[in-house]
C-alpha cells in the first residue's frame, strides 16, 4: 500500500467532501480515503498494484471535481 495527497479544487461544502471520499474509495485497490475540506486534500492510501493515481485522479474528476495536483 502507498499513500499520495491529492489537492482538489471546487468543494464548498461536507456534501462535496462525502461525494469525493465516495467516489475515491469506489476505486479497485483504494483501501483508505480521507477528505480535508479545509485543507482541499484527499489522503488516500492504496494498492499500486491494483489502483493507480491516474485512476483515482479519474474518479475525482468524474465525480464534477478538479485535480490540482
Ligand atoms: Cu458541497
Redesign the pocket.
Known amino acids: 500500500m502507498i499513500t499520495e495527497i491529492i489537492k482538489i479544487e471546487g468543494?464548498?461544502?461536507?456534501?462535496?467532501?462525502a461525494?469525493v471520499e465516495k467516489a475515491i474509495g469506489a476505486v479497485d485497490g483504494v483501501n483508505e480515503v480521507n477528505v480535508d475540506l479545509a485543507t482541499k486534500q484527499a489522503t488516500v492510501n492504496f494498492d499500486p498494484a491494483v489502483a493507480s493515481l491516474d485512476s483515482i485522479k479519474a474518479a475525482i474528476k468524474n465525480a464534477g471535481y478538479t485535480v490540482v495536483g
Open positions: 468543494m464548498m461544502c461536507g456534501h462535496c467532501q461525494t
